[in-house]
């Protein structure tokens, strides 16, 4: 059972089902029957609107901006943070999203707008990937299990983390890029140590490409240090 829920509906009865004779009163302890289900696929389509004003001074044309956190893509964070989910974590390929949100959304894109919102996402995790690299400078740290009986001496979860990297590269015959070479590197890296964390994967790449749009650097895969 969820303890967080959207709606609820009270199903009391109105008459005894044993002589029809009027109920009335709520039950303390209800019998719960929870319905789990997903909203109506739609897109959200924002427009701005970009205004040009003449100076009253000089006469010069001023263009109002995009805020700051607006991309210049027609696509935004979610619908990035997806494509690269989609592509990355499950394994579809470029051809296939793009099928996925014809039939679910009615949108209509091409394979070429799925990669270059492969390659935004890819731009937008360097930072954090680049982080967590640095601690495989440590290297007297790889060895701490010679001396703490508590960390296992195997490679197995390694191993475990690397075969689905394997499996996908079988299945895909890898990339076709350096790009997306890079591109896959970067998702599955920061999908595993998330995963590992038992942190929100979709909301911290939603993070990320949103300071990516804003030309901020993303948050940390590292787990937070105790204080």
């Known amino acids: ?20 004779c009027a109920l009335a009163g709520i039950d303390e302890n209800p ?3 929870q319905v789990i289900d997903i909203p109506d696929p739609r897109l959200v389509t924002t427009e701005y609107r970009l205004h040009q004003l003449p100076c009253p001074a000089c006469g010069a044309r001023t263009r109002g901006k995009l805020p700051a956190d607006v991309p210049a893509s027609w696509f935004g964070a979610r619908l990035h943070v997806m494509t690269g989910t989609l592509v990355g974590r499950f394994r579809q390929s470029n051809r296939l999203v793009a099928e996925l949100y ?18 935004r996402d890819s ?38 983390l690397l075969r689905y990297a394997v499996i ?15 591109f896959m590197e970067r998702i599955l890296t920061v999908c595993a140590t998330l995963e590992l964390q038992d942190r929100d994967v979709f909301g911290y790449l939603t993070e990320a490409v949103e300071a990516h749009f804003s030309d ?11 204080s």
């Open 1 to 20: 059972m969820l303890e967080q829920v959207d709606e609820v509906v009270e199903c009391v009865p109105a008459v005894c089902e044993q002589c029809e």
């Open 31 to 33: 019998q719960r029957h």
């Open 102 to 119: 014809g039939v679910i959304y009615k949108l209509s894109i091409s394979s070429g707008s799925v990669c270059a919102m492969e390659r």
């Open 123 to 160: 731009k937008a995790l360097v930072a954090p990937v680049e982080e967590a690299r640095e601690i495989l400078k440590l290297e007297p740290h790889l060895w701490a299990f010679l001396d703490d009986p508590a960390i296992p001496v195997t490679n197995n979860l390694c191993e475990r």
């Open 168 to 182: 996908w590269r079988k299945l895909s015959y890898g990339t076709q890029s350096m790009a997306g070479t890079r």
């Open 216 to 226: 901020q650097t993303a948050p940390s895969i590292l787990p937070a240090t105790p």
